[in-house]
């Protein structure tokens, strides 16, 4: 990949945000998890960006002057970022969207408006992903975003100025989508750690500037062959969050000598199965896509069965031999759906390995003997 491009767009990308902050413009950060609908944020003039910072025990720390460490370490590690001030994404935001989704990261918001230096919008998001009600209430609460990004910006949110922010985060999607099936050939087309930087980039890099590379990265991926083990295990990650910076465990896996082809996480992977609507009502389009299109995350009500029917579609779709279950220290939700999955990849004969992150360097040493043993398990049982 033309990694050059992107790595400078990224470095210089701060910079232009202040620039762009000085001509007025409003920057709106907001939590991961795929409930915060971009395109109103940039229909309305301001820039999106969301915040997926994570993997290093500092920030974490950090933040334990604040929150109990019974808060999963990535939750810890926005609130440590805004009191370590070195992370210049989470020092130039105008005000925070924080959808209303776990726990820990709804704590997180509250504990951002106690220290009283930012407006923080909470988005309300049901904790029921069907129905009539939900979706109505979702719409509700997409509406008042809207409104107030207005207020906000001084901008009024025209059909046209939505219609063209969906149409340019589809192609994104579309893009991701058509990246990530490249990965169903044998070696795989591109790594995961490449994979999830990309994913990571889009959520800071300017959109229009993501959309062309992400672009030029298919087309260079889609006419050379892949280099690489073919015969390596193939493997999917499955968990609540992959932060930009917590990489370890795809280079364990890496160095073990498997491959990660394909995520089914929650937070830090951008969901790109499925676009938004295009027709009639484009809140209520945005409101469906964001709630019922979507996959449901596992704090969702009666989720679990749909996920694990789109994990196993997943698995036979990129011909997955094994399951890694990658988890954050006291995820709750994910914590105890972990033995629904393992007991129902069992039967399929599947194998699962659970393993969990504090985000601390001591994890290591157990995280690659239990890794290395598992490759060796799946390669055992590939025929």
Same mark, same amino acid.
């Given at each position: 990949m033309e990694d050059e491009r992107l790595t400078i767009h990224l470095r210089d990308r701060p910079q232009q945000l202040r620039e762009a902050k000085k001509q007025g413009a409003k920057i709106i950060g907001y939590f991961p998890g795929n409930y915060v609908p971009e395109e109103i944020i940039y229909a309305a003039g301001a820039v999106p960006v969301c915040l997926v910072d994570g993997g290093s025990a500092a920030?974490?720390?950090?933040?334990?002057?604040?929150?109990?460490?019974?808060s999963c370490p990535f939750a810890r590690a926005q609130l440590g970022e805004r009191l370590l001030k070195k992370n210049p994404y989470y020092e130039m935001l105008d005000m925070l969207v924080a959808p209303l989704?776990?726990?820990?990261?709804?704590?997180?918001?509250?504990?951002?408006?106690?220290?009283?230096?930012?407006?923080?919008?909470?988005?309300?998001?049901?904790?029921?992903?069907?129905?009539?009600?939900?979706l109505e209430y979702y719409t509700d609460r997409l509406k008042t975003l809207q409104n107030k990004m207005q207020t906000l910006?001084?901008?009024?949110?025209?059909?046209e100025n939505i219609s063209n922010a969906?149409?340019? @985060?589809?192609?994104?999607?579309? =893009?991701?989508?058509?990246?990530? %099936?490249?990965r169903r050939?044998?070696?795989?087309? $591109?790594?995961?750690?490449?994979f999830a930087r990309l994913n990571h980039a889009s959520f800071y890099a300017d959109p229009a500037f993501m959309v062309d590379f992400l672009d030029s990265v298919y087309q260079e991926l889609s006419q050379k062959p892949p280099a690489g083990a073919a015969e390596a295990p193939r493997l999917m990650l499955v968990g609540p969050n992959l932060a930009k910076g917590d990489y370890e465990i795809?280079?364990?896996?890496?160095?073990?000598?498997?491959?990660?082809?394909?995520?089914?996480?929650?937070e830090g992977i951008r969901y790109y199965w499925q676009n938004i609507e295009t027709e009639g009502d484009l809140l209520?389009?945005?409101?469906?896509?964001?709630?019922?299109?979507?996959?449901?995350?596992?704090?969702?009500? @009666?989720?679990?069965?749909?996920? =694990?029917?789109?994990?196993?579609? %997943?698995?036979?779709?990129?011909?997955?031999?094994? $399951?890694?279950?990658y988890e954050l220290l006291y995820c709750e939700t994910y914590d105890n759906e972990s033995y629904f999955f393992d007991q129902k990849m069992g039967e399929r004969n599947i194998p699962m390995l659970i393993l969990e992150s504090g985000y601390?360097?001591?994890?290591?040493?157990?995280?690659?003997?239990?890794?290395?043993?598992?490759?060796?398990?799946?390669?055992?049982?590939?025929k």
């Open positions: 920030p974490a720390e950090a933040a334990l002057e604040l929150i109990p460490q019974v989704t776990c726990q820990h990261l709804k704590k997180v918001a509250e504990i951002w408006e106690y220290l009283g230096d930012m407006e923080i919008f909470k988005l309300g998001v049901p904790h029921q992903y069907y129905g009539v009600p939900e910006t001084g901008n009024r949110i025209t059909n969906i149409g340019l @985060y589809n192609r994104m999607r579309e =893009l991701l989508k058509k990246i990530s %099936l490249l050939s044998s070696p795989p087309a $591109i790594s995961a750690r490449d795809l280079e364990l896996v890496e160095a073990a000598g498997g491959d990660i082809v394909v995520e089914e996480v929650d209520h389009s945005l409101a469906k896509g964001y709630l019922q299109d979507k996959l449901p995350a596992a704090f969702m009500r @009666y989720s679990s069965q749909k996920r =694990l029917d789109f994990v196993l579609k %997943l698995a036979e779709d990129f011909n997955v031999s094994g $399951i890694i279950w601390d360097e001591g994890g290591t040493g157990p995280m690659k003997i239990r890794i290395d043993a598992f490759i060796e398990l799946v390669k055992g049982g590939i």
